[in-house]
C-alpha cells in the first residue's frame, strides 16, 4: 500500500510561517516529481508547488516570493516553507507523488488556517 506521510499544518496568524513536511513512498529519485496542492471550502485543488527529481521547480503566482518548496535528498523528505502567509492561504494541503502521467499518490491532507 502506498502511503506519504505528511506533516506540519496548523494554525497560524497573518504574516506568520509554517513548514509542511511530506515523505514520499518512494526515492525522491525515481518518482518524476513531489508536489504541494491545496484545496479550500467551495474551490477546486490547485498546484501550489512541485519539485522534480533533478530539482527543478514551479510554483502557483500567487505563492512566488512567499513560499519555498526544498528537498532532504538524505531524508528522502519534501518541504513546503510558508512565509508571510495570508487569510486566502487557508485551505487543505495535500502531498502529491507522480511517477508518470497516470501514476499518481496524494496524501491524506493537513489543514492549514491563517486566522488572526
Known amino acids: 500500500q502506498v502511503r506519504l506521510v505528511e506533516s506540519g499544518g496548523g494554525l497560524v496568524q497573518p504574516g506568520g510561517s509554517l513548514r509542511l513536511s511530506c515523505a514520499p513512498s518512494g526515492s525522491i529519485f525515481d518518482i518524476y516529481s513531489v508536489g504541494w496542492y491545496r484545496q479550500a471550502p467551495g474551490k477546486q485543488r490547485e498546484l501550489v508547488a512541485d519539485?522534480?527529481?533533478?530539482?527543478?521547480?514551479s510554483y502557483a503566482d500567487s505563492v512566488k516570493a512567499r513560499f519555498t518548496i526544498s528537498r532532504d535528498n538524505a531524508k528522502n523528505t519534501v518541504y513546503l516553507q510558508m512565509n508571510n502567509l495570508k487569510p486566502e492561504d487557508t485551505a487543505v494541503y495535500y502531498c502529491?507523488?507522480?511517477?508518470?502521467?497516470?501514476?499518481?499518490?496524494w496524501g491524506q491532507g493537513t489543514q492549514v488556517t491563517v486566522s488572526s
Open positions: 502529491l507523488e507522480r511517477w508518470d502521467l497516470e501514476t499518481y499518490y
Open positions: 519539485m522534480t527529481a533533478e530539482g527543478k521547480s
